[in-house]
């Protein structure tokens, strides 16, 4: 066993974990953030999608050891005292889901791309969200949310 220290969606976790955990094992099964889900496992759906200091990384791909003294931010940590961000609350507005279950990784997705372009353009959006897969095919709806968010036609 290893002792790791994570800062979770701003707080400071201590934790111990076999070496072969992964990061979203940690989220999931230590510290009970269910948000993020787990789909297919290998790094090819995004419905693991966290913020790994400040980057989208899918977190069934991430040994929890290499995560030690990383900051992340997983779904649980957009809403603020029970109200929902402006990116949920765009896709809630929207209707941008049909299952839900691709939709924390998306919403991570999103809050790493409209930090880094908060006016972003169809073919930005397109490219921020592509590790994100959604099975129910609501990318029409899901673009409508950005054009909320952005205030751009897409
Ligand atoms: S569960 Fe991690 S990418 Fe699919
Ligand atoms: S809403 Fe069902 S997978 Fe995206």
Redesign the pocket.
Known sequence: MIELLLTVNGTPRTIEVEVRTTLLEVLREGLLLTGTKEACGVGECGSCMILLDGEPMPSCLVLAADADRCNVETVEGLASDGVLDEIQRAFVDTGA???????PGMLVAAKALLRDHPDATPGEIKQGLSGVL???G?YTKIMKAFEVLTGRKT
Do not use: K, M, P
């Not at 889901?97 to 939709?103: D, E, K, L, P, R």
């Open positions: 889901f049909q299952c839900g279950f691709c939709t959604c099975r129910c609501s």
